[in-house]
C-alpha cells in the first residue's frame, strides 16, 4: 500500500472511530436534555393521583347508589310511593343527609327536590332500584371539581404522552441532523484530506524521482521542490548533495581520464627520445665526414643538420612536456591563508607582471585552505600565461568565500574563449595554438582535484576569459 493510501486510510480509521463515538454521545446528551421536565416518576404520580381520582368517582358512585337505597326504603315505610308530593316531603325533610340528591324518578315520573342551573350544565349520575315491579332512579349532581380535576388529570396525562412521543421523535430528528452533519463534514475532510495529502505528497513523489536520479548518476535534472518549508530544505539539501556528487563523480572520471594520458604521455616520451640522439649524432657524423670539394652539398648537410636538430630540440621540449605531465606529483597539501599565499606567489615571480597587469582583489583574509604550494603556484602561472597568450591587457585576481568553499578567480580582458569549444578546453592535448601540446589546462585541472577543488570556466564572461577555482576550506 503507497505512503498516500496508508495516510487516506488513517484518516478515515480516526475520522470514522471519532464520528461513532460523538453519535453516541451526542445522542446521550439529546435524550438528557429532551428528558428535563418528562421524568417518568412524574408521569408515574401522576397516572397514581389520577386513578385516586377514578377511585373517588367510583366510591362517590356506591355512596350515591347507597343513598338511592336508604331513601327507597324510607319511603317505602312512611308514605304511599305513588304519591309524589308525600314522597317530595319525605325526602325533603332529610335532604341534609342525602348528598348531591337532586330528583327522584318513579316509572319515569320526575320528583324534582332540588331546583336551579340548566340541566345541560351538569353532569347526573342515575342510581337504579326496583320496588314492587316500579322502576325508581336517584339522580344526583356530581360535583364539577370531582369531573374536572379527573379531566384535568387526564389531559396531563395525554400531553405528557404526546410530549414523550414528541420527545422521541425529536431525538430522531436531532440524531439524524447529527449524522448528516457529520457526513457532510466528513466527505469535506476526506475530500480536503485527498487534496492536501496529495498536494503535501507531490515534492515528496519528486524527492523520490529525484533521489532516484542520484542512484542513477543523472546529476542535471534537479529536484524543482521550491517550498519555503522542510521539504524545500530537504530538496536543497538533496540538490546540493547531487552537485557535489556530480562533481565528484566528474573529479574521479578526469582523473581516471589523466592517469590513461599519464601513461601514454610516458610511453610516447620514451618511445620518442631513445632515437633522438642516434638521430643528431648520425647527421654530426655524416657531415663530418665528408672530404670532397663539392661547396652546394657541404651546405646541403650542414642545412639538414641544422634542421634536425631544430626539430630534435622541438621534440625534446615535447618529451620534457609529457614527462612532467607524466610525473605530476600527488599534491601534498598543508594549511595556507590563501590570500596571503596568491599575493606571494605573484609578487615573487615578477615574469608574470611582465606582459600584463595584476590587479588583486583579495577580500578573505585569513582563510585557511590545505594546498600544495608548488602545484597552486603552476595553477597559477598557467592561468595568468594563458591570458597573456590571449593577448590580454589586465587579469584581475579576486577571492570570496561561499558557504565552506573559498573561490578564487581569474578575469582577462582577453579575446575570450569560442564557445564551440569551451567544454573540451580542459582535455590533454587539445590545443589551438600552433606548438601547443594541449596540456597547460589539463594539468591545471588535475592540480586543482588533487585538492578536492573544482575549475571550471565561466561561460557567462563575456568581457575576455574567466576561469573559477573553488577550493574546500581547511577546518581542523
Known amino acids: 500500500m503507497s505512503f498516500h493510501k496508508k495516510i487516506f486510510f488513517i484518516i478515515l480509521t480516526v475520522h470514522l472511530l471519532l464520528g461513532t463515538v460523538s453519535i453516541f454521545i451526542v445522542n446521550n446528551i439529546i435524550g438528557e436534555a429532551l428528558s428535563i421536565g418528562l421524568n417518568p416518576n412524574i408521569k408515574s404520580d401522576i397516572e397514581n393521583i389520577y386513578n385516586a381520582s377514578k377511585e373517588e368517582v367510583a366510591a362517590r358512585k356506591r355512596l350515591y347508589d347507597y343513598i338511592c337505597k336508604d331513601v327507597l326504603g324510607e319511603i317505602v315505610s312512611e308514605v304511599d310511593v305513588y304519591n309524589k308530593d308525600t314522597v317530595r316531603k319525605v325526602v325533603l325533610r332529610n335532604i341534609s343527609k342525602y348528598t348531591d340528591l337532586q330528583a327522584l324518578l318513579i316509572d319515569g315520573e320526575e320528583i324534582e327536590l332540588l331546583k336551579g342551573g340548566g340541566q345541560e350544565k351538569r353532569t347526573y349520575y342515575y342510581s337504579h332500584h326496583s320496588y314492587q315491579d316500579r322502576d325508581f332512579k336517584c339522580r344526583f349532581v356530581v360535583p364539577e371539581i370531582v369531573l374536572a380535576n379527573q379531566k384535568s388529570l387526564l389531559n396531563i396525562i395525554s400531553v405528557y404522552d404526546s410530549m414523550s412521543s414528541m420527545?422521541?421523535?425529536?431525538?430522531?430528528?436531532?440524531?439524524?441532523?447529527?449524522?448528516?452533519?457529520?457526513?457532510?463534514?466528513?466527505?469535506?475532510?476526506?475530500?480536503?484530506?485527498?487534496?492536501?495529502?496529495?498536494?503535501?505528497?507531490?515534492?515528496?513523489n519528486e524527492l523520490k524521482a529525484g533521489i532516484r536520479r542520484i542512484k542513477n548518476n543523472i546529476f542535471d535534472q534537479p529536484i524543482s521542490v521550491t517550498s519555503k518549508d522542510e521539504m524545500g530544505e530537504l530538496a536543497s539539501e538533496l540538490n546540493r548533495l547531487s552537485n557535489e556528487l556530480r562533481i565528484a563523480k566528474e573529479r574521479e572520471s578526469y582523473l581516471e581520464r589523466i592517469s590513461s594520458y599519464q601513461e601514454v604521455a610516458r610511453r610516447i616520451a620514451h618511445e620518442i627520445k631513445n632515437p633522438l640522439t642516434p638521430i643528431r649524432l648520425a647527421f654530426q657524423e655524416i657531415e663530418a665526414r665528408y672530404n670532397g670539394d663539392d661547396q652546394k652539398y657541404k651546405d646541403l648537410l650542414r642545412h639538414s643538420r641544422e634542421i634536425v636538430e631544430e626539430e630534435i630540440s622541438s621534440l625534446n621540449r615535447i618529451i620534457d612536456q609529457f614527462r612532467e605531465f607524466a610525473k605530476m606529483p600527488v599534491a601534498i597539501r598543508e594549511p595556507m591563508r590563501m590570500d596571503e599565499f596568491v599575493n606571494d606567489t605573484i609578487s615573487s615571480n615578477p615574469h608574470l607582471s611582465e606582459h600584463i597587469t595584476i590587479i588583486q582583489d583579495l577580500k578573505c583574509g585569513d582563510t585557511l585552505v590545505a594546498i600544495d604550494k608548488l602545484l597552486m603556484k603552476k595553477v597559477f602561472e598557467n592561468l595568468i600565461l594563458n591570458s597573456v597568450e590571449a593577448g590580454a591587457k589586465k587579469v584581475v585576481v579576486s577571492s570570496r568565500i561561499n558557504e565552506d568553499l573559498y573561490i578564487l578567480r581569474f578575469e582577462d580582458d582577453?579575446?575570450?574563449?569560442?564557445?564551440?569549444?569551451?567544454?573540451?578546453?580542459?582535455?590533454?592535448?587539445?590545443?589551438?595554438?600552433?606548438?601547443?601540446?594541449?596540456?597547460?589546462?589539463?594539468?591545471?585541472?588535475?592540480?586543482?582535484?588533487?585538492?578536492?577543488?573544482?575549475?571550471?570556466?565561466?561561460?557567462?564572461?563575456?568581457?575576455?576569459?574567466?576561469?573559477?577555482i573553488e577550493l574546500p576550506i581547511y577546518s581542523e
Open 414 to 468: 582577453g579575446c575570450g574563449i569560442d564557445k564551440k569549444i569551451q567544454d573540451v578546453i580542459f582535455e590533454p592535448y587539445f590545443t589551438t595554438k600552433d606548438h601547443g601540446t594541449g596540456l597547460g589546462l589539463s594539468l591545471t585541472k588535475k592540480a586543482v582535484l588533487e585538492h578536492r577543488g573544482n575549475i571550471y570556466l565561466d561561460k557567462q564572461y563575456k568581457d575576455g576569459t574567466a576561469f573559477v
Open 167 to 204: 420527545r422521541s421523535n425529536l431525538n430522531t430528528f436531532y440524531l439524524r441532523v447529527y449524522i448528516f452533519l457529520f457526513g457532510i463534514s466528513f466527505l469535506t475532510v476526506m475530500i480536503l484530506g485527498y487534496v492536501f495529502i496529495g498536494a503535501f505528497l507531490s515534492p515528496v
